[in-house]
DNA sequence: CTAATATGTTAGAGTCTTCTAACAAATGTT
DNA sequence: AACATTTGTTAGAAGACTCTAACATATTAG
């Protein structure tokens, strides 16, 4: 069994390697907020372990074995955040910290009845997937809002990212999952585009947020 | 904010000096599963925050800070225990290993919001009662059923102790909170009794047991 | 292609929690 | 009271995770 700190390791290695697949010791000592030595021990630690696959002076990588770890850690969060959201009320933007320990339980009883209670779902709060009991994941096929033209509608279905200020400031703007959008114009000069939804006839947002709006298109 | 290792001292100091208010190195070592020398030094970190009393050679007591703390602890404890049965459906013998890992996460909302959502109970599963959020506890005023004599009506109101081997015996007896009984006999010779609830007509229990079936008089 | 910069590594140390071995104090027994 | 036993303490060390300072290797820019 992973200490804490070695599954939050796997866990920021599994996330920085989307769609990358190698990962640098500074990246993972930023993304942790600890020294590059120190992960530098960590990783020699992880590799004896049998869980990343790293040499001197390259960029490291999971091993089936850390890749299929760091996604069960995952899959306790992500079900745990929906948890918190879907049957206890708390808000989206709420449940990341509460989420970042429990994730750290070991008791797959507890989580296996998240997963009953709620339905087996297959997205968390903000749309990322939910790994299953093998640690497999489906990618989604979800683009961001930044790609589309003018004209085009199409629902929001995920978050690039989900900072606590990210989800504050879409909740200020009274946008969710499952929101249809359509857009109204794209300004040339920065990007930035103006959106229609429900209630709200006129929003214009950066490129930057955009960016972090996963869409499927509708219609 | 105490570590989860000083958490752990102190809710065993806790439970430790119900009534007795005094607790030595080895009763704690023991609890702890950790050596007395290791007790020893934790004990004097602890003396250093400020959460117990301990001099030389005598007996640890926690300060009113450390039986605050530890209280909050036993809270957090407690509601995830009720919440596991109440709101996620698992049985009384399975939630201390979940809770006692619970216990230390970091959140009081999440805490809050259990306790709303069970609309504030007042004990556990177990029949222990939940402090406060100011870490008062209510001291328990049911009896040992081994105090009460034959002919005599009650009812089962909490456990002395809810290990996982007590529990499933109880539960394997088909004996729960609330359940109300009736004292047949008791044998003299070894302080056994035989008890009528329920569909069960007549159920032998040892002394031992009776020890920790705590009940209130009715009728 | 050398020099400057960025990135990675080694060495040595500190904190937290734990241990064992050896010693000291308190308690219980005849 | 004197001895034996139990209980508590000190000293020294180890493992996990972290750091800073100093050095080594890679990468980037002139």
């Given at each position: 069994m992973a200490s804490q700190t070695e599954e939050n390791y796997l866990k920021a290695l599994y996330s920085l390697s989307v769609g990358k697949m190698e990962v640098n010791i500074s990246e993972l000592s930023a993304a942790l907020n600890v020294s590059n030595p120190t992960v530098n021990s960590m990783v020699k630690n992880l590799k004896?372990?049998?869980?990343?696959?790293?040499?001197?002076?390259?960029?490291?990588?999971?091993?089936?074995?850390?890749?299929?770890?760091?996604?069960?850690?995952?899959?306790?969060?992500?079900?745990?955040?929906?948890?918190?959201?879907?049957?206890?009320?708390?808000?989206?933007?709420?449940?990341?910290?509460i989420a970042e320990q429990l994730e750290h339980v070991n008791s797959s009883a507890l989580f296996e009845r998240m997963d009953e209670l709620m339905d087996h779902p297959l997205v968390d709060p903000h749309g990322s997937p939910i790994p299953d009991r093998q640690g497999n994941i489906s990618e989604s096929a979800y683009e961001p809002l930044s790609k589309f033209s003018s004209g085009?509608?199409?629902?929001?279905?995920?978050?690039?990212?989900?900072?606590?200020?990210?989800?504050?400031?879409?909740?200020?703007?009274?946008?969710?999952?499952?929101?249809?959008?359509?857009?109204?114009?794209?300004?040339?000069?920065?990007?930035?585009?103006?959106?229609?939804?429900?209630?709200?006839?006129?929003?214009?947002?950066?490129?930057?947020?955009?960016?972090?709006?996963?869409?499927?298109?509708?219609?």
């Open positions: 004896s372990k049998g869980l990343v696959k790293y040499e001197k002076y390259k960029p490291i990588s999971l091993t089936e074995k850390g890749r299929k770890a760091a996604a069960l850690i995952v899959r306790k969060h992500r079900l745990t955040e929906m948890f918190l959201v879907e049957k206890m009320g708390f808000g989206w933007e709420e449940v990341h910290e085009r509608k199409v629902k929001l279905a995920a978050l690039g990212h989900s900072s606590t200020e990210f989800l504050k400031f879409l909740n200020s703007r009274e946008l969710s999952l499952g929101t249809e959008i359509e857009i109204k114009s794209i300004e040339t000069y920065d990007g930035s585009m103006v959106l229609s939804y429900q209630n709200h006839a006129s929003e214009t947002f950066t490129k930057a947020v955009c960016e972090s709006l996963l869409v499927e298109r509708v219609g």
